[in-house]
């Protein structure tokens, strides 16, 4: 079964990644740790790449408290 993450899961593995990454890890070892194919990370990356926690669009409360 495929596992539903929210934007705020998605940024926060993309930061593990990052870190895994910044360690000398190939890709294919950190999306092992992570438990995503490296299809999802590249993908991930393309749409959420540029986001970090608490970033205005990668929240909903976020989006609705901009609105009001």
């Known amino acids: ?37 490296e299809q999802t990370y590249y993908r991930w990356r393309t749409k959420y790449g540029g986001m970090a926690p608490g970033w205005p669009g990668s929240s909903r409360r976020w989006r609705r408290r901009i609105r009001s």
């Not at 993450?5 to 092992?32: N, Y």
């Open 1 to 37: 079964m495929k596992a539903k993450h929210s934007p705020e899961q998605i940024v926060a593995k993309l930061r593990q990644a990052d870190v895994g990454l910044g360690k000398g890890l190939r890709v294919p070892e950190v999306v092992k740790q992570l438990g995503i194919s």
